[in-house]
């Protein structure tokens, strides 16, 4: 028995009705599902949800929960985006938030920068932006997200690392180089202090853009170290996906020294035993 907190549906870039995401779910027995499509942003966006749509998803969400014996949960992965957006401004509407930072800084032409789009995009930002330094483009992508956790903490801190899919073959940094891991060991100092869990996300691996979980091994190492609490997610766009790598990721988790995943049951955050098979609840 599993659960997943980060899920989308066609209301913005999934890619099937909520309806089918929850119906997945109950065949593969899940205990709780949250949907947390993306949420609208105040500009031109053709991965996030319409600004129109956000009542007719949330009431639909809504009527769901009175027809499955699933527990379903209301959410959104909510920018963050300095003056512009946060997850503090759709939190009085969900069950809970999941916060990531996908833009980061405009390019020349006063577009918001994408940092895991399309590679030659990512390029674009990195010349335009911060004129081929790398370290500047890192170090500002984990400074946004230290300024979200301190400001608009959200419930779950979003694939972590996820630039690092542009590091293709290692070709801008090493993340054995000092100045990387003391931007990450900063970012997740900030979010012991907080409160927030974060997601231990699959995505990646099953997509084909990673060869670790966002956050990777080393990043889960120091974690459990600061002793922060973790929940599986798939960030599944299908639901053919839902759980994908779930359990030679719980594997993975269980081999680093993590014996708890934390989800919602029964309305709060509980922390649950785990194995490969999956969360246990006596």
């Not at 031109?44 to 014996?69: F, H, I």
């Not at 020349?108 to 590679?119: A, K, N, Q, V």
Request: hydrophobic share 35%; with cysteine.
């Amino acid at each position: 028995m599993w659960s997943n907190f980060h899920t989308h549906s066609n209301y913005c870039d999934g890619k099937s009705p909520i309806e089918d995401v929850v119906r997945k779910a109950e065949a593969l027995n899940m205990i709780s599902l949250g949907i947390s499509s993306h949420a609208p942003v105040p500009f031109p966006c053709q991965w996030c949800m319409k600004p129109d749509a956000l009542e007719n998803y949330l009431r639909e969400l809504n009527v769901l929960k009175g027809k499955t014996s699933l527990e379903l949960y209301s959410s959104l992965e909510i920018d963050f985006i300095p003056g512009v957006i946060s997850p503090s401004d759709f939190r009085s509407k969900l069950d809970y938030t999941v916060g990531s930072v996908h833009f980061v800084e405009k390019l020349p032409d006063g577009t918001r920068w994408e940092i895991d789009g399309l590679h030659t995009l990512f390029l674009e930002g990195y010349e335009k932006i911060f004129r081929g330094n790398i370290r500047d483009t890192i170090e500002r992508y984990y400074e946004l997200t230290r300024e979200m956790v301190a400001t608009a903490c959200p419930a779950i801190v979003g694939h972590l690392d996820k630039i690092k899919i542009q590091n293709i073959d290692g070709k801008f940094f090493d993340e054995r180089d000092t100045w990387y891991q003391q931007a990450v060991k900063k970012t997740i100092d900030v979010i012991a202090d907080s409160g927030a869990i974060i997601e231990v996300n699959t995505r990646g691996i099953y997509q084909k853009k990673s060869t670790t979980t966002y956050p990777g091994p080393w990043i889960l190492e120091y974690i459990l170290h600061k002793g922060i609490p973790v929940t599986l997610s798939s960030d599944a766009h299908h639901p053919d996906d839902l759980i994908n790598q779930f359990s030679v990721t719980a594997s993975l988790l269980l081999t680093i020294g993590f014996r708890t995943l934390t989800l919602l049951h029964e309305g709060r955050w509980q922390s649950f035993r785990f194995d490969e098979q999956g969360i246990i609840i006596r």
